[in-house]
């Protein structure tokens, strides 16, 4: 049978680099993103498929169920957004924009992909992504720690219904230097006390949460199920030297 993952933000900082190490662990995948350019180049790259498309589009979630129509290993919503500010400046529709991008898209991908993922004979592996912002407070964080802390409840209901022919974890990250967080560290200065604001003492890298998504999708994360596990330089639970 061939083994295909399917990944929302297929052409962003950690979907691009989980892309790359499952294709060359002999994954075929299809890629999911807005960045028509990137995905072409990135499928051309990888020999996969993609469709472009939001997340904030109903329509994009049956377009991809009709693009996989065969067994899927996995899938992996590797999509989000960082909208740092006052809790004041927040309007109602940036508060849906934070949770239909993060939780509710997310909760759609799993719904149009069932039917695929329950096609594997082997059983299959979500990963979502949750945040350290879930878990402990910043200021600022208000919408991103609110739909953060959806996909976290998101991840264990689904766990426990989805069971035990398919597995649901999330990944839950700190700052990590991707394109999405470049607005953040832009600023050398800052970029530095972010880093030094972590007990491991740097920033995140794409790599770091990508292979820890490549394990929970493999047959080595095979009793694990229901868990936010935290990457993210001991940010949220221990306290920095800095």
């Not at 990944?171 to 991707?178: E, G, K, N, R, W």
């Not at 790599?207 to 994360?221: G, H, K, P, T, W």
Request: net charge neutral; aromatic share 6%; with cysteine.
């Amino acid at each position: 049978m061939e083994k295909r993952i399917l990944i929302y933000g297929g052409s962003g900082g950690i979907g691009k680099a989980l892309a790359k190490k499952l294709s060359a662990d002999g994954f075929r995948l299809h890629l999911v993103g807005r960045n028509n350019s990137a995905l072409e180049k990135l499928a051309d790259e990888l020999d996969a498929t993609f469709t472009v498309g939001d997340v904030c589009d109903e329509e994009l979630f049956s377009q991809v169920a009709e693009a996989v129509d065969g067994p899927l290993l996995g899938l992996v919503y590797a999509v989000g957004t960082i909208d740092l500010r006052p809790l004041n400046r927040f309007s109602s529709e940036d508060f849906v924009r934070d949770f239909t991008i993060n939780a509710a898209g997310a909760a759609r991908a799993i719904q149009a992909a069932l039917p695929a993922l329950k096609k594997a004979e082997a059983g299959a592996s979500v990963v979502l992504f949750s945040s350290v912002a879930a878990q402990k407070g910043f200021g600022f964080h208000a919408s991103v720690g609110m739909a953060k802390g959806a996909v976290s409840g998101l991840t264990l209901a689904l766990a426990a219904e989805l069971a035990p022919k398919i597995r649901v974890n999330a990944i839950a990250p700190s700052l990590t230097d991707t394109p999405l967080a470049k607005r953040l560290l832009s600023n050398e200065k800052t970029a530095d006390a972010l880093a030094r604001a972590h007990p491991l003492q740097r920033l995140g890298k794409a790599s770091d949460a990508a292979n820890m998504a490549a394990f929970l999708l493999s047959e080595q994360s095979s009793w694990i199920t229901g868990q936010i596990l935290a990457v993210d330089g001991g940010r949220g639970n221990l306290q920095g030297n800095a």
